[in-house]
């Protein structure tokens, strides 16, 4: 099995912060991530596909890079409304154990 | 559009079976693998269980190998989740999924 890995788990942070979260696969999933954001209460909301896709609807301030193994998500100037919890996944498989995202 | 409509969840006793389904629409269903993964009360997101796009290949968690049965009809479009021996760990909204596209959820509560 592939397994994921995240960090930071909790990353502190003000806004208009840019943020980067990284996820690390243990073996090549090639560009198979997605990025989802959970806030409580609410379903999850798919924000990246194949590594660097930006879902439709997504603000431009979100981004995917990488491939591989490694993979980084970056929030390029963080809003009041991204303080959330965010999960990578390799498709249809594992996710990350998750990074939330609180205000400094 | 992709669209996937999950089914049959609810309240089930402890040891109990419960099938799910979901009905895929707005994309050849045949040619991607699926798969279920769920979300338990104020948890995080966890994957259940996929499927080859011709049935041949299913993968599960440890926590559910041997209680849940994942499989798929691609002349119905439809996908399921047979879950039997459930526990009350096994509560959760069970969403369908399609890489990064999801349905809406189904709740399925396990308590006496």
């Known amino acids: 099995d592939i397994q994921m890995t995240q960090s930071p788990s909790t990353l502190s942070a003000s806004v208009g912060d840019r943020v980067t979260i990284t996820c690390r696969a243990s073996q090549s999933i090639n560009n198979w991530l997605a990025w989802y954001q959970l806030k409580p209460g609410k379903a999850p909301k798919p924000l990246m596909y194949k590594a660097s896709s930006l879902e439709s609807g997504v603000p431009s301030r979100f981004s995917g890079s990488g491939s591989g193994t490694e993979f980084t998500l970056t929030i390029s100037s963080l809003q009041p409304d991204d303080f959330a919890t965010y999960y990578c996944q390799q498709f249809n498989s594992y996710f990350g154990q998750g990074t939330k995202v609180e205000i400094k | 559009e992709v669209q996937l409509v999950e089914s049959g969840g609810g309240l089930v006793q402890p040891g109990g079976s419960l099938t799910l389904s979901c009905a895929a629409s707005?994309?050849?269903?045949?040619?991607?693998?699926m798969s279920w993964v769920r979300q338990a009360p104020g948890k995080g997101l966890e994957w259940v269980a996929n499927?080859?796009?011709?049935?041949?290949?299913?993968q599960y968690v440890d926590s559910v190998k041997g209680r849940f049965t994942i499989s798929r009809d691609n002349a119905k479009n439809s996908l399921y989740l047979q879950m039997n021996s459930l526990r009350a760990e096994d509560t959760a909204v069970y969403y369908c999924?399609?890489?990064?596209?999801w349905g809406q959820g189904t709740l399925v509560i396990v308590s006496s």
């Open positions: 999924a399609r890489e990064q596209k």
């Open positions: 707005g994309f050849t269903f045949s040619i991607y693998w």
């Open positions: 499927i080859k796009e011709d049935g041949s290949e299913k």
